[in-house]
């Protein structure tokens, strides 16, 4: 019902920036909660930032103050801002979308509640 294709990922230094994009087709893309996820080698898939239809937002303590997550209605596409990048930021982040079931706008933050996924994009953080 929706397909994500991620973009923006590659290598950059500490303290740097980068801008990720999750461009989603779909008529109903406006009615989907998202978020961001990232796995790190030999870690699990955690949550990054999720953001609901009406554009309530989640972050992940570990980037809460550096990252911000946003999303474009008119575009289909959703955005994470990664500022103040760290080497502990290395990892694949992918783009999540779950289907529309309450009407009420809620985020969500386990990935086992996400219902697309985008292939990854990688971001690579030097020290």
């Known amino acids: 019902q929706v397909q994500l294709v991620e973009s923006g990922g590659g290598l950059v230094q500490a303290g740097g920036s980068l801008r990720l994009s999750c461009a989603a087709s779909?008529?109903?893309?406006?009615?989907?909660?998202m978020g961001w996820f990232r796995q790190a080698p030999g870690k699990e898939r955690d949550i990054v930032a999720a953001i609901s239809w009406s554009g309530t937002t989640y972050y992940a303590d570990s980037v809460k103050g550096r990252f911000t997550i946003s999303r474009d209605n008119a575009k289909n596409t959703v955005y994470l801002q990664m500022n103040s990048l760290k080497p502990e930021d290395t990892a694949v982040y992918y783009c999540?979308?779950?289907?529309?079931?309450?009407?009420?706008?809620?985020?969500?933050?386990?990935?086992?509640?996400?219902?697309?996924w985008g292939q990854g994009t990688q971001v690579t953080v030097s020290s």
């Open positions: 779909g008529r109903t893309f406006r009615s989907y909660p």
């Open positions: 999540a979308a779950k289907t529309p079931y309450s009407t009420r706008s809620y985020y969500y933050t386990d990935r086992s509640q996400y219902d697309y």
